[in-house]
């Protein structure tokens, strides 16, 4: 069993720390944020995941988990797993993996291991971790293996995941990958296939890329269907009983702190991601292709009342971290009119919880997440508080006909029939 230091007990960080730890490592997650450190200690969690309260709690309790702001100089690993943002200009913002990697450095010792786990651009570990832990006057790859081990889990099914999808795992030589696939196979059920740490760079980002460039295809499918008169949605379920098809689905853009930002990473590493550029910049026009559908059923803005339901980046979290909703949410309130957002998971992010008092007096109201506590809305009763009959259904969630048989216009994002 190693002692294990986790830097960033976000997203990621934490449960893959709480997974180690359930598994008999000693493990401190190490982070400069107090308020999410406090809650470790306490056994607590600062963001909806299902299960992870749970297994953070027992795991607290057990003695084999604890929070700390200052990094452990007693580990035999450091994982690190910090945000990689993206500045103004769509490069990386690589400060705080860079910070992370200098504060490991007074801490190594011969027998070490350092593994990346946070989403960055091709070459990190080579260019940018590797010069810096070098610092300590040992020799990488030899007194201590580094690697990069992209996490791949989605939001929502973290720890199932984290336990059953197959591992990359990067090392800047054979020695250092082998070590650490000995550790990952603790937690991880799944094949842990080796390479090298550039290459694990490349494939995490073509992961995403591969998916944020077939939901661009999906948006301009849907964007082209309402020009053509074609229900794009029903284009989606016909083209995908070929064998060898799956479009993706439209919808009001591409959010959380992923799949939105990855592809950025290739474009600016590479003059040759041209596809890739061309497939951010659809996904990131959806906010706005709604905000003009919406000014278009309304006739203008004249002071009316929309609702717009969900405002995460996707559904049955509460994570808004780049949602287009919230893009579009700004662009509406720019406007002269009264913008009212209903999301269950999101009331701190100023939104109402219940759907009928947020629709109540409103022109229009917009499905924007599909979030299951919108899966049975009473529509006779949401036609009662509105004091319009329009619903826009962005994600394709809402059954028309229940819609319709209110009294309700149903109108489909996508559909141009
Ligand atoms: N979306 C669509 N249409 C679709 C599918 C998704 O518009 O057909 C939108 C969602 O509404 C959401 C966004 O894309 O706004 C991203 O959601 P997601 O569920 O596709 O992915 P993430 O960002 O939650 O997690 C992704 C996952 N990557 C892949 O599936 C290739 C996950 O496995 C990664 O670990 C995670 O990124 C990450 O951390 O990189």
């Given amino acids: 069993m190693k002692s294990i230091c986790v830097i960033g007990i976000g997203y990621v960080g934490l ?13 401190v997650g190490f982070d400069l944020n107090k308020e999410a450190v406090d809650a470790l200690n306490k056994g607590k969690i600062i963001i909806e995941e299902p299960g992870l309260e749970d297994l953070v709690k027992k ?15 007693d580990c035999d690993v450091y994982i690190i797993a910090v945000p990689t943002p993206i500045n103004e200009d769509k490069t990386a913002d690589m400060r705080y993996v ?17 593994i990346l786990e946070s989403t960055s651009p091709p070459r990190t570990v080579e260019d940018l971790m590797l010069p810096i832990l070098e610092k300590s006057g040992l020799k990488m790859g030899e007194d201590v293996y580094v690697a990069h081990s992209p996490e791949r889990i989605l939001p929502g099914q973290v720890l199932y995941e984290l336990r059953t999808n197959s591992r990359i795992v990067g090392g800047i030589n054979e020695k250092s990958a082998m070590e650490v696939k000995k550790l990952y196979e603790s937690i991880c ?14 494939c995490k980002l073509m992961e995403n890329t591969f998916r944020d460039v077939n939901i661009a295809l999906a948006n301009e499918l849907a964007k082209m269907s309402e020009e053509l008169g074609v229900n794009a949605w029903e284009v989606i379920s016909l083209s995908n009983k070929h064998p060898r098809v799956n479009l993706h689905f439209p919808g009001p853009g591409v959010g959380g702190h992923c799949i939105a930002l990855d592809p950025w990473f290739l474009v600016e590493k590479s003059k040759n991601a041209l596809l890739i550029k061309q497939g951010r910049l659809i996904n990131d026009s959806m906010p706005e292709y709604v905000f003009d559908k919406i000014k278009t059923i309304l006739g203008g803005f004249n002071g009316q009342r929309v609702t717009l339901l969900g405002v995460t980046y996707k559904p049955d979290i509460d994570d808004v971290r780049e949602s287009p909703i919230m893009k579009l949410r700004g662009l ?32 229009l109201v917009v499905l924007c997440v599909n979030h299951k506590e919108f899966a049975d809305i009473d529509f006779n009763k949401l036609k009662e508080v509105m004091s319009g009959d329009t619903i826009l259904d962005t994600r394709n969630f809402i059954d028309k006909e229940k819609v319709e048989a209110a009294g309700l216009k149903y109108m489909l994002l996508g559909n141009g029939r």
């Fill in 15 to 27: 449960p893959t720390a709480a997974m180690f730890a359930s598994k008999g490592h000693r493990v």
């Fill in 59 to 73: 795991t607290v309790e057990s003695g084999m988990l604890s929070g700390s702001t200052e990094c452990p100089e």
């Fill in 332 to 363: 509406l309130e720019k406007e002269n009119i009264e913008v009212c957002a209903c999301d269950p998971h999101a009331e701190k992010a100023g939104c109402i919880g219940d759907v009928y008092s947020a629709s109540k007096g409103s022109s």
């Fill in 189 to 202: 059920e799944g094949e842990i296939c080796l390479t090298t740490a550039t290459t694990a760079e490349m």
């Fill in 98 to 114: 860079r910070s992370a990697t200098e504060s490991v450095v007074p801490c190594l010792r011969p027998g070490n291991t350092v």
